[in-house]
């Protein structure tokens, strides 16, 4: 027995009143705008900066909801870093996965420039931002070589 009854536990415990406890935790979540969503942004965010990634998160308060939408970081534009061969062969790259989303094949609307020298290939698209981050280097070996990303859609004027 505890030195206060009044304070005594059950086996049931703080559990008596379940509806009680939902409710309390609900109107305490309620007043929390998406905590989980913020925090989420927040650090993919820091994450996407401190690896110099070209996209990010932009959470916009819509309807008492929230919505994230990913956006590109402003970047210059300019020419590519790739001779017209290898930006064909670049193109035809990211065609093959191009074509199977859509009936046309890729076109590239846009370069942005990253400072660590890495390119954002922005194609042509009505319905939205497709982008790709391409690196392009050079091998002993092979001559100029290049690298791709996965498709990164985004909001454009974001």
């Not at 086996?11 to 905590?35: I, M």
């Not at 981050?133 to 990164?152: A, E, H, K, N």
Request: aromatic share 8%.
């Amino acid at each position: 027995m505890t030195a206060n009854p009044s304070i005594e536990r059950t086996s049931s415990g703080w559990l008596r009143h379940p509806r009680a406890v939902v409710l309390a935790f609900t109107l305490a979540l309620a007043g929390c705008a998406h905590p989980s969503a913020d925090l989420g942004a927040s650090r993919q965010n820091r994450e996407a900066e401190e690896s110099g990634w070209p996209f990010r998160w932009k959470i916009t308060k819509i309807n008492g909801g929230m919505s994230m939408t990913r956006v590109m970081i402003d970047l210059p534009s300019g020419p590519t870093k790739a001779d017209p061969r290898l930006k064909q062969a670049i193109l035809n790259h990211v065609g093959k996965a191009w074509f199977y989303r859509n009936i046309r094949p890729a076109e590239l609307e846009d370069v942005r420039l990253m400072p660590d020298g890495r390119e954002v290939w922005v194609l042509k698209d009505e319905g939205g931002g497709r982008a790709y981050v391409v690196t392009i280097y050079s091998s002993p070996r092979w001559g100029r070589r290049f690298s791709v990303s996965d498709l990164q859609a985004f909001r454009k004027g974001g």
